[in-house]
Protein backbone atom coordinates (compact mmCIF):
# COMPACT_ATOMS: atom_id res chain seq x y z
CA UNK A 1 0.00 0.00 0.00
CA UNK A 2 3.15 2.19 0.84
CA UNK A 3 4.66 1.78 -2.63
CA UNK A 4 1.19 2.56 -4.25
CA UNK A 5 0.79 5.91 -2.36
CA UNK A 6 4.88 6.38 -3.36
CA UNK A 7 4.02 5.54 -7.11
CA UNK A 8 0.71 7.74 -7.40
CA UNK A 9 2.48 10.99 -5.16
CA UNK A 10 5.57 10.35 -8.20
CA UNK A 11 3.32 9.91 -10.88
CA UNK A 12 0.97 12.98 -9.40
CA UNK A 13 3.90 14.94 -9.89
CA UNK A 14 4.93 13.99 -13.16
CA UNK A 15 1.92 14.58 -15.42
CA UNK A 16 1.42 17.99 -12.77
CA UNK A 17 4.37 19.55 -14.72
CA UNK A 18 6.89 17.88 -11.84
CA UNK A 19 7.40 18.67 -8.20
CA UNK A 20 10.31 20.93 -6.90
CA UNK A 21 13.34 18.49 -5.21
CA UNK A 22 14.10 21.00 -2.52
CA UNK A 23 11.58 23.82 -1.35
CA UNK A 24 11.98 27.05 -0.05
CA UNK A 25 13.18 26.64 3.23
CA UNK A 26 14.94 23.89 2.27
CA UNK A 27 17.07 25.35 -0.25
CA UNK A 28 17.45 28.30 2.11
CA UNK A 29 18.97 26.41 5.11
CA UNK A 30 20.40 23.68 3.04
CA UNK A 31 23.65 22.06 4.08
CA UNK A 32 24.25 20.01 0.99
CA UNK A 33 26.69 17.47 2.30
CA UNK A 34 23.53 16.20 4.25
CA UNK A 35 21.33 16.61 1.16
CA UNK A 36 24.14 14.63 -1.26
CA UNK A 37 24.49 11.98 1.62
CA UNK A 38 20.71 11.43 1.82
CA UNK A 39 20.57 11.53 -1.77
CA UNK A 40 22.77 8.53 -2.20
CA UNK A 41 21.29 6.87 0.40
CA UNK A 42 18.22 7.12 -1.09
CA UNK A 43 20.00 5.36 -4.62
CA UNK A 44 19.66 8.91 -6.65
CA UNK A 45 22.23 9.59 -9.09
CA UNK A 46 24.48 12.24 -8.70
CA UNK A 47 23.30 14.55 -11.14
CA UNK A 48 20.03 14.52 -8.80
CA UNK A 49 22.79 17.60 -7.61
CA UNK A 50 20.61 19.84 -11.21
CA UNK A 51 17.43 18.82 -9.85
CA UNK A 52 18.13 21.14 -6.54
CA UNK A 53 19.79 23.56 -8.61
CA UNK A 54 16.61 24.77 -10.69
CA UNK A 55 14.33 24.17 -7.75
CA UNK A 56 16.61 26.69 -5.86
CA UNK A 57 17.07 28.79 -8.50
CA UNK A 58 13.46 30.15 -8.00
CA UNK A 59 14.73 31.04 -4.39
CA UNK A 60 18.29 32.83 -5.80
CA UNK A 61 20.55 30.14 -3.64
CA UNK A 62 23.00 28.25 -5.51
CA UNK A 63 23.85 24.44 -4.27
CA UNK A 64 27.68 23.93 -2.87
CA UNK A 65 28.78 21.17 -5.64
CA UNK A 66 31.73 20.33 -3.69
CA UNK A 67 29.85 19.93 -0.39
CA UNK A 68 27.03 18.16 -2.00
CA UNK A 69 29.50 15.51 -3.99
CA UNK A 70 31.43 14.58 -0.61
CA UNK A 71 28.17 13.69 1.27
CA UNK A 72 27.24 11.54 -1.65
CA UNK A 73 30.51 10.14 -2.00
CA UNK A 74 29.61 9.19 1.75
CA UNK A 75 26.41 8.35 1.18
CA UNK A 76 27.81 5.63 -0.90
CA UNK A 77 29.53 3.98 1.17
CA UNK A 78 26.76 3.24 3.41
CA UNK A 79 24.04 2.35 -0.19
CA UNK A 80 26.84 0.07 -1.70
CA UNK A 81 26.64 -2.43 0.77
CA UNK A 82 24.41 -5.61 0.99
CA UNK A 83 22.20 -4.23 3.80
CA UNK A 84 21.75 -1.41 1.31
CA UNK A 85 21.02 -3.27 -1.74
CA UNK A 86 18.52 -5.44 0.57
CA UNK A 87 16.66 -2.44 1.89
CA UNK A 88 16.50 -1.00 -1.56
CA UNK A 89 14.99 -4.33 -2.69
CA UNK A 90 12.68 -4.94 -0.11
CA UNK A 91 11.15 -1.21 -0.89
CA UNK A 92 10.43 -2.51 -4.51
CA UNK A 93 13.44 0.52 -5.13
CA UNK A 94 14.42 0.40 -8.96
CA UNK A 95 18.68 0.25 -8.89
CA UNK A 96 19.82 3.26 -11.06
CA UNK A 97 23.69 1.75 -11.18
CA UNK A 98 25.16 3.96 -8.88
CA UNK A 99 27.60 1.46 -6.91
CA UNK A 100 31.31 1.86 -7.65
CA UNK A 101 32.51 -1.91 -9.32
CA UNK A 102 34.02 -2.73 -5.89
CA UNK A 103 30.99 -2.88 -4.06
CA UNK A 104 28.37 -3.38 -7.13
CA UNK A 105 28.68 -7.03 -6.43
CA UNK A 106 27.82 -6.90 -2.62
CA UNK A 107 25.66 -4.36 -3.27
CA UNK A 108 23.44 -6.32 -5.92
CA UNK A 109 23.62 -9.61 -3.85
CA UNK A 110 21.32 -8.17 -0.98
CA UNK A 111 19.60 -6.81 -3.45
CA UNK A 112 18.28 -9.75 -5.17
CA UNK A 113 17.44 -11.04 -2.00
CA UNK A 114 15.48 -8.14 -1.09
CA UNK A 115 13.62 -7.48 -4.31
CA UNK A 116 12.63 -11.80 -3.91
CA UNK A 117 10.87 -10.94 -0.98
CA UNK A 118 9.60 -7.35 -2.03
CA UNK A 119 8.30 -9.87 -5.22
CA UNK A 120 6.45 -12.66 -3.41
CA UNK A 121 4.97 -10.09 -0.77
CA UNK A 122 3.20 -8.09 -3.90
CA UNK A 123 2.33 -11.59 -5.28
CA UNK A 124 0.61 -12.88 -1.65
CA UNK A 125 -1.37 -9.44 -1.62
CA UNK A 126 -2.74 -9.09 -5.14
CA UNK A 127 -3.48 -13.21 -4.70
CA UNK A 128 -5.11 -12.28 -1.49
CA UNK A 129 -7.21 -8.77 -2.55
CA UNK A 130 -8.24 -11.32 -5.57
CA UNK A 131 -9.88 -13.91 -3.83
CA UNK A 132 -11.80 -11.79 -1.87
CA UNK A 133 -12.81 -9.40 -4.61
CA UNK A 134 -13.16 -12.89 -7.01
CA UNK A 135 -15.92 -14.27 -3.91
CA UNK A 136 -17.09 -11.44 -3.09
CA UNK A 137 -18.48 -10.43 -6.56
CA UNK A 138 -18.85 -14.21 -7.59
CA UNK A 139 -20.83 -15.50 -4.29
CA UNK A 140 -21.64 -12.93 -2.72
CA UNK A 141 -19.55 -14.05 0.57
CA UNK A 142 -16.46 -13.67 2.33
CA UNK A 143 -14.81 -16.84 3.59
CA UNK A 144 -15.76 -16.77 7.68
CA UNK A 145 -19.20 -14.69 6.88
CA UNK A 146 -21.95 -13.74 4.41
CA UNK A 147 -21.32 -10.55 2.17
CA UNK A 148 -24.48 -8.61 2.26
CA UNK A 149 -24.12 -7.35 -1.90
CA UNK A 150 -27.03 -4.89 -1.43
CA UNK A 151 -25.82 -2.82 2.16
CA UNK A 152 -21.78 -3.34 0.87
CA UNK A 153 -21.18 -5.02 4.26
CA UNK A 154 -19.78 -7.71 5.63
CA UNK A 155 -22.53 -10.44 8.10
CA UNK A 156 -21.28 -12.57 10.29
Known amino acids: MVNLIRVLSVTGCVLL ?13 ARWQMIGERDAGWGYEASRVDAHREACFRYGVQPDFAA ?14 YKGGH ?18 A ?30 RYRYGFYPGGQYDIRHERLVH
Open 17 to 29: GGCASLSQNDCRS
Open 68 to 81: YQDGYARGLQSYCT
Open 87 to 104: QAGYKGLSYRHICPKSTE
Open 106 to 135: EFLEGYRLGRQQYNREEFYDLRDRYFYRHH
